[in-house]
């Protein structure tokens, strides 16, 4: 069993970033694939980011390209996300999950999700 746990988020005004962090715990996931959702008020739960199990690899979907950057530290068992330029589409809850295989975009992929953290972007 994973557990994983989020932490970061807070207010923030337009233009400004914050930094999310994920820690698991009770196995290592140094060799799982780990990626980052969000959901707004109202919406669906969507892809924000992922990177594969050696962090060689790094996906973002289209709207946070260039201003997000998702990195890991396999000896800590966490994954950073850091956010840059936020903007108030971004407010979100966002959501850590681990999945040993799959599409890194489906949220179907991933076998163990975090509780969340909430991040709001003031405008």
């Known amino acids: 069993q994973v557990q994983l746990v989020e932490s970061g988020g807070g207010l923030v005004q337009a233009g400004g970033s914050l930094t999310l962090s994920c820690a698991a715990f009770?196995?290592?996931?140094?060799?799982?694939?780990m990626g980052w959702f969000r959901q707004a008020p109202g919406k669906e739960r969507e892809f924000v980011a992922a990177?594969?199990?050696?962090?060689?690899?790094?996906y973002y979907t289209d709207s946070v390209k260039g201003r997000f950057l998702l990195s890991r530290d396999n000896a800590n068992n966490t994954v950073s996300l850091r956010m840059n330029m936020l903007k108030s589409e971004d407010t979100a809850v966002y959501y850590c999950?681990?999945?040993?295989?799959?599409?890194?975009?489906?949220?179907?992929?991933?076998?163990?999700w975090g509780q969340g953290t909430q991040v709001t972007v003031s405008s």
């Open positions: 009770g196995r290592t996931v140094s060799t799982w694939n």
């Open positions: 990177i594969s199990w050696s962090g060689r690899d790094t």
């Open positions: 999950a681990a999945a040993t295989t799959g599409q890194y975009h489906s949220l179907a992929t991933y076998d163990y």
